[in-house]
């Protein structure tokens, strides 16, 4: 579908979302209805999207993750300043019908103090029509779900139609094989109360559970629905990792199956190119996939965002050009099996 056409869909799919939710806690026959609308708005999101960086701080280790790489570099780790906030949204302010994504490289969003604020200023733009957060939920307690349900109340456009939820396998020892941390009791118990509440206020929100496997591991949805949805609210979705992505520079772990480096024409480049990170410490990046930053590069990078974004938008159409002209890719680009064309 081309994607202006999948940018009308989806808008009318989070329209029609909207009026349905309203009626939602009064007619739960709209549940298949809303559940469609879901469905379409997952489908249509594209691939240029904003990523935003709120912290790239993180709270686990990841084995599919550059994240403690680039611990012992000299990146700067932080959370995102008002006043990187506000120069942000100077630039939303000039696009039409943006899907934002709450989602950093590396690092978790609910670390930082202020990310219900933040988010909230960023979905009040006119300029944004969609968005989405991703987070490892460990940081989601009784408090972070009150603020979290706060937002998605005080968003009366439905905007933040879509929560995804990064889990490590099925059990305690998976999960800590897979993140580095012992905290897999404390995710499940967080969720489990998010959705918990979520059903309680007759509030509807698409709940994204995806569960990172480990090599020769199996998903199970049963097991699954029991784990994180006792309640069975009806609007929990589930997606699993059996194959990580990689590129000719990252490190490959011994517990995980990576996609193959499939023979394919890449003499376009990537679609993700097209997408824009703001990261938290002010930078502008093309792309925003977990291994578009590996440690001590800054290929994809377009400059800061106190720059002039003619000036970066040249930035990226030279990246772009020197790929498909030249045949000469970013670092991280080169090998990498998430290629889209």
Partial sequence: MPATWADRVSGMATDFRVFFSKR??????????????????????????????LSNICNARCVFCPYPDMLRTDK?????????????KQVLQ???????????????TLLHPEWDVYMREI????????????????????????????????????????????????????????YQVDRFDKVIANIRYLIEQLKLRGLSIGIHVHIKLKTGDTENLSTAEALFNPVSYPF??????????????????????????????????????????FAADGGVW?????????????????????????????????IISDWENKGVKPLPCQGCTMYRA
Wanted: glycine share 6%; proline share 3%.
């Fill in 76 to 88: 700067k780790f932080m959370h995102m300043q008002k006043e990187t906030l506000h120069k942000v």
């Fill in 286 to 318: 093309a792309d925003g996939c977990v291994i578009s930053e590996m440690p001590g590069d800054s290929s994809l990078k377009l400059g800061q965002i106190d720059d002039d974004f003619a000036i970066i938008e040249m930035r990226r159409e030279g």
């Fill in 94 to 108: 000039r696009k039409k019908r943006m899907m934002v994504s709450f989602t950093p490289t590396t690092g978790d």
């Fill in 236 to 277: 929990v979705y589930y997606s699993h990792s059996k194959q990580y992505f990689s590129n000719d520079g990252y490190t490959r772990n011994a517990l995980l199956q990576y996609y193959p480096s499939e023979e394919m024409d890449t003499c376009k480049a990537c679609a993700y190119l097209k997408k824009t990170r």
């Fill in 24 to 53: 939602y806690p009064k007619n739960r026959w709209l549940r298949p209805l809303i559940s469609a609308c879901n469905f379409i708005i997952v489908r249509t999101n594209g691939d240029k999207f904003i990523e935003f960086e």
């Fill in 123 to 178: 979905l009040e733009l006119d300029a944004i029509n969609r968005a989405t957060m991703f987070t490892n939920a460990i940081e989601l307690d009784k408090d972070a779900c009150e603020r979290l349900i706060a937002l998605i109340k005080a968003d009366t456009k439905g905007k933040l139609s879509q929560l995804y939820f990064s889990v490590g396998g099925y059990d305690a020892q998976t999960y800590k094989a897979l």
